[in-house]
């Protein structure tokens, strides 16, 4: 007790330093926390933001490709019809005498009717279907080289990197 008596000032202070630090320390350390969530939330809201921003990004990016791809299909629609025009058009100047095969076809063409040499109806029916093949191959062709472009052009199209 004498001990306490006599210390009893430096005992006192001790207290007090104690209860300021432990009250500093808390107060420190709520402080340092509110920083630490204050920093955080803002990250956080930049990482949405970012977020947003890509996602932004990646439909405009979506959005242009389908475009270039539904400008693609449109041109290759444009392509098959006129395929099937160049067919027609090489079959019916074929049939009105606008527009003549190659001797070589020619000939065998005409070796041929000296071999089956019948009634005239039946060359100008043959004349015709032969007409209408010769078209049907060029519009075929025309497709098919129609179609490979319009691939070829749409590979490429997603092929390049992103604007």
């Given at each position: 007790?004498?001990?306490l008596l006599?210390?009893?000032?430096?005992?006192?202070?001790?207290?007090?330093v104690?209860?300021?630090?432990?009250?500093?320390?808390?107060?420190?350390y709520?402080?340092?926390?509110?920083?630490?969530?204050?920093?955080?939330?803002k990250?956080?809201?930049e990482?949405?933001?970012?977020?947003?921003?890509a996602?932004?990004?990646?439909?405009?990016v979506?959005q242009?490709?389908?475009?270039?791809?539904?400008?693609?299909?449109a041109?290759?629609?444009?392509?098959?019809a006129?395929?099937?025009?160049?067919?027609e058009?090489v079959?019916?100047?074929?049939r009105?005498?606008?527009?003549?095969?190659?001797?070589?076809?020619a000939a065998?063409?005409?070796?041929r009717?000296?071999?089956?040499?019948?009634?005239?109806?039946e060359?100008?029916?043959e004349a015709?279907?032969?007409?209408?093949?010769?078209?049907?191959?060029?519009?075929?062709?025309?497709e098919?080289?129609?179609?490979i472009?319009?691939?070829?052009?749409?590979?490429e199209?997603l092929?390049?990197?992103?604007?």
């Amino acid at each position: 007790m004498v001990l306490l008596l006599r210390y009893w000032p430096h005992a006192l202070i001790v207290v007090c330093v104690a209860a300021l630090a432990w009250v500093a320390g808390t107060n420190l350390y709520q402080w340092g926390y509110d920083t630490a969530n204050v920093r955080a939330e803002k990250i956080i809201g930049e990482f949405a933001k970012a977020e947003a921003e890509a996602q932004e990004n990646a439909r405009a990016v979506e959005q242009r490709r389908v475009e270039d791809l539904a400008a693609l299909d449109a041109k290759y629609q444009r392509e098959m019809a006129d395929a099937k025009a160049r067919g027609e058009s090489v079959a019916a100047d074929l049939r009105a005498g606008n527009r003549s095969l190659r001797r070589e076809i020619a000939a065998y063409a005409t070796e041929r009717l000296s071999r089956d040499s019948t009634a005239t109806g039946e060359l100008s029916e043959e004349a015709q279907r032969g007409a209408a093949r010769l078209g049907a191959v060029v519009r075929v062709v025309a497709e098919q080289d129609a179609q490979i472009r319009a691939l070829q052009e749409a590979y490429e199209a997603l092929r390049r990197p992103a604007p």
